[in-house]
C-alpha cells in the first residue's frame, strides 16, 4: 500500500477526501486482540456479492471453507462488523444457530470435525458496510459515475464480508461475483470466467482465483471503466494480461503510465522470479483513495503514476506471494514495495539515479520513532508509518545488499520468495533473516536486531594518524567511535573506508563491533585522506575528525578556535602526543555558558597526531543561539577548556 499524500500530514485529512461521506474512524481497533478463529485454517472463500449505488447496499452471500485445527470441533467464529445483518448461516443447505456482536460471528456447526476435517459454511447477509481504515468500503463517485471499491488493508475486510480477519491464515483459492448495474463493470482477484445478463438490468462477474490469498487482498473496484489490455510476453510464445480499468476521463493521460508496466513485470521478474501469478493476470483497477493498494492480481490505484506502479506491483512478490504473518512485520512488504521504487528506476535510469532514491530513503528513515518490527498494531498510523516501515524498511535492504553484495542479495530476495512454506504463503522477519543467513553462510543475527528490533542509527565519528614505516609503506591508525544510543547501545556493522593515498585509492572494509575501536592497517603511499562508507551502504551521520598534521606533537595542546567569532562555523585543532598504549580515549564537548551540553564532538580513541574539527556539525546547526561557548578537551589526564563566540 502507499499513501501518496505524505502520512506526516493528517492523515484524516486524505482519508476525507477520498470519501465524501467520511464516515471513517481512525480509532484502536480492539480486534487485534483475537486475529481471527485458532480453532479453525480457512481453505477457500466465495464471496457472491450483490451491490447498488442507489441506494448504496450491499447483499452478500459467502460461503466459507475450513479445516477443523482441533478434535472435535463443534463451533467457530468468524470476523464480521455489526453494522452488517446476519439473515442467516447454512451448511450442506441445513440452518445452522448462530450469534452476531462484538464484530464475532459465532456459529454452532450441526456435527463435531476432528483436525483436519473439512466443513462448509454459507453466510447469508445485508446492510451497508462500515468503513475503517484507509476506507474498508466505499460508496463514492467520480466525474459524476458512482465507483464502488474496498481497501481492508490491515483490518477492513470483516467491515463488508464475514473472513478469519488475519492475514496469517490465507485461503487456498477465492471466488469473488459481482451483481452490479449493468452499465459498471467490476474488477476483482484472478481470472473472469463469465459475465452473465441477468435480465433485469443487472449483470454478473465470476471472477475466479486459485492461489493462496490472504483476506485483505481480496477486493472489488466498480465503475464505468474504460477496459485497456497490455500483455507481458515471458516468452517466445506465451504472454500473460495486463488488464487496465480506468476512469474514462483519466484514460489518455494515463495511457503512457500504463503501457510502462510490461517492462516493470519483465524487471522485476529478473531480480525476484517470474511474476507470482502467471495462470491469471496482473490488472490495475483505479480507485477514489489517493494512493495505491496491491490487491493481489489487481492492484488498486487513485492514479496512474511510474513511481506508485512499481510500488504496488512490487508487492505481488512481497505482500501478496509472500505476506507478512502479521503487522508487526509490515516491513516485509512495504520496505520490500519501497526498496523495490529503487531497484526499477536503477533498472530503468541507472545507479545514480538508484543512490539518489535510496539517499531520499535514508533521509526520511532518520525521522523513524521506534523498532522496525511494529509496537503497537492497535494503531493503524503506526503499522503504516511511512519513515519507519517504507522508507527505513527499504534502507535496511540495502545495507543488507551492502554487506553481503549484489549477487548474494538477490539470491536472497529470490530464495525468500520462493522458499517452501514461505512462497504463497506467510512470513516473519525471523523467516527472512533464517533464508539470508542460509544462502550468506554466516549469523546476521547482529544485523537484525539492531535494525529491526532496534531504534535510530549510528552516529559516527572517525579520526585517523599515520606514520611511515619505511618502504613507502604507511602504518595507519583509525579511530571509529558512535555516540551511545538507546537499543542497541551501538551499531555493529562492516564498514568500508577509502583510503587515499599518495599513489591511488584503497578501499578496505573493517567490522566495527566495538563502540569506540581502533583500527590499523598497512598500506603503500602516504595517506592523504579517508572517506567513511564513501558507498553509502550505511544509515549514519558521520563526522570526520581530519588529521592535519602527519608528524607527531610532543606535548598535548588544545588551540583557540578559529575563526573567532564565528558564523556560521569554526574549526577546533587540538594535538595528542604519542601514548604508551599507542592510543587514548579523547572526549572534545561544547557546553553553552549555564554548563549545559551542546555537542558531543569527539568521543573516541586517538593515536599520536594533530587533529580538527568543525563545530557545529550539521546536525546542531540553526539550533544554537547568539553567545559564548566553552570547548573542553579530555585525553587521559589532560583537561583544557577554552571559550569561543557565535555571533548571528
Ligand atoms: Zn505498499
Known amino acids: 500500500m502507499f499513501c501518496q499524500i505524505s502520512f506526516a500530514q493528517s492523515l484524516q485529512e486524505a482519508i476525507t477526501k477520498s470519501n465524501e461521506r467520511n464516515l471513517f474512524d481512525l480509532k484502536k481497533i480492539s480486534k487485534v486482540l483475537y486475529p481471527g478463529d485458532s480453532t479453525i485454517d480457512v481453505v477457500y472463500y466465495k464471496l457472491n456479492l450483490t451491490i447498488t449505488y442507489s441506494p448504496e447496499y450491499l ?51 450441526n456435527k463435531n470435525y476432528n483436525i483436519g476435517e473439512i466443513f462448509s459454511v454459507t453466510i447469508f447477509y445485508e446492510g451497508v458496510p462500515g468503513s475503517s481504515g484507509f476506507g474498508s468500503f466505499a460508496f463514492s463517485s467520480h466525474a459524476g459515475s458512482p465507483a464502488i471499491w474496498s481497501l481492508s488493508e490491515p483490518y477492513g475486510a470483516s467491515d463488508w464480508w464475514p473472513c478469519k480477519d488475519t492475514p496469517a491464515d490465507k485461503a487456498d483459492s477465492s471466488d469473488v461475483w459481482i451483481t452490479c448495474d449493468n452499465t459498471l463493470t467490476a474488477a476483482s482477484n484472478g481470472i473472469l470466467q463469465n459475465v452473465i445478463d441477468n435480465g433485469n438490468g443487472t449483470h454478473t462477474f465470476q471472477w475466479k482465483n486459485s492461489y493462496p490469498i490472504a483476506q485483505y487482498l481480496i477486493s472489488i473496484a466498480i465503475s464505468n471503466y474504460v477496459e485497456y489490455t497490455n500483455y507481458y510476453k515471458y516468452s517466445v510464445s506465451d504472454s500473460m494480461p495486463i488488464t487496465n480499468y480506468v476512469y474514462p476521463e483519466y484514460f489518455s493521460s494515463s495511457k503512457s503510465f500504463i503501457d510502462k508496466v510490461p517492462n516493470m513485470i519483465k524487471i522485476y521478474s529478473s531480480y525476484y522470479g517470474q511474476y507470482p501469478f502467471l495462470r491469471e493476470k496482473y490488472g490495475q483497477a483505479q480507485f ?96 503504516f508509518d511511512y519513515a519507519r516501515s517504507y522508507a527505513k524498511g527499504a534502507v535496511v535492504l540495502h545495507m543488507l545488499r551492502g554487506i553481503v553484495g549484489d549477487s548474494v542479495f538477490f539470491k536472497i530476495l529470490r530464495t525468500y520468495a520462493s522458499y517452501p512454506g514461505l512462497t504463497y504463503n506467510v512470513a516473519t522477519t525471523s523467516d527472512f533473516e533464517s533464508v539470508a543467513e542460509k544462502i550468506y553462510g554466516s549469523s546476521l543475527s547482529y544485523f537484525f536486531n539492531e535494525w529491526i528490533y532496534g531504534e535510530n542509527y549510528p552516529s559516527y565519528q572517525m579520526s585517523w594518524s599515520s ?60 595517506p592523504n585522506y579517508i572517506d567513511f562508507d564513501p558507498s553509502n551502504l550505511i544509515l549514519k551521520d558521520i563526522s570526520i575528525i581530519d588529521s592535519i598534521d ?20 569554526t574549526k577546533i585543532v587540538y594535538s595528542i602526543p604519542v601514548q604508551t598504549k599507542g592510543y587514548i580515549p579523547v572526549k572534545l564537548i561544547v557546553y553553552d555558558i549555564m554548563g549545559k551540553e551542546v555537542a558531543v564532538l569527539v568521543n573516541s580513541v586517538q593515536s599520536a597526531g594533530t587533529y580538527q574539527i568543525t563545530f557545529p556539525q550539521k546536525k546542531e546547526s540553526g539550533k544554537l543561539s547568539s553567545g559564548v561557548y566553552i570547548y573542553i578537551l579530555t585525553a587521559g589526564n589532560y583537561i583544557e577548556s577554552k571559550k569561543m563566540v557565535l555571533i548571528k
Not at 453494522?83 to 459465532?106: C, G, I, R
Not at 577509502?498 to 578501499?507: E, Y
Not at 602527519?550 to 562555523?569: A, G, I, M, R, S
Request: charged share 15%; net charge negative.
Open 59 to 109: 447483499k452478500g452471500i459467502v460461503t466459507v471453507n475450513a479445516k477443523s485445527k482441533i478434535s472435535g470441533l463443534s463451533s467457530f467464529f468468524l470476523d464480521l462488523q455489526n453494522a452488517l445483518t446476519v439473515d442467516s448461516v447454512l451448511s450442506n443447505s441445513k440452518p445452522l444457530s448462530f450469534s452476531h456482536s462484538n464484530a464475532m460471528l459465532n456459529i454452532s456447526l
Open 288 to 383: 477514489g483513495w489517493g494512493g495505491g493498494m496491491e490487491h493481489q492480481t489487481i492492484t488498486s490505484l487513485g492514479d496512474f503514476d511510474e513511481d506508485l506502479e512499481a510500488h504496488e506491483l512490487a508487492h505481488q512478490w512481497f505482500g501478496d506471494m509472500v505476506t507478512c504473518k502479521d503487522w508487526q512485520d509490515i516491513w516485509l512488504n512495504e520496505g520490500f514495495a519501497t526498496y523495490s521504487e529503487a531497484v526499477y528506476f536503477g533498472a530503468t535510469q541507472g545507479q545514480n539515479v538508484y543512490n539518489q532514491m535510496i539517499s531520499q530513503d535514508m533521509q526520511t528513515a532518520k525521522s523513524a520513532v521506534g523498532s522496525i518490527y511494529v509496537q503497537d498494531i492497535s494503531n493503524i498510523n503506526s503499522i
Open 467 to 526: 606514520n611511515s614505516i619505511g618502504n613507502n609503506i604507511y602504518n595507519v591508525q583509525i579511530n571509529i567511535s558512535q555516540n551511545e544510543n538507546t537499543n542497541p547501545q551501538f551499531f555493529t556493522m562492516p564498514i568500508q573506508l577509502k583510503i587515499s593515498t599518495s599513489i591511488g585509492d584503497t578501499i578496505i572494509t573493517v567490522f566495527n563491533d566495538q563502540r569506540i575501536q581502533q583500527f590499523n592497517v598497512n598500506i603503500k603511499g602516504a
Open 550 to 569: 602527519l608528524t607527531k606533537p610532543k606535548t598535548f595542546n588544545l588551540e583557540q578556535n578559529y575563526p573567532n567569532p564565528f558564523n556560521p562555523t
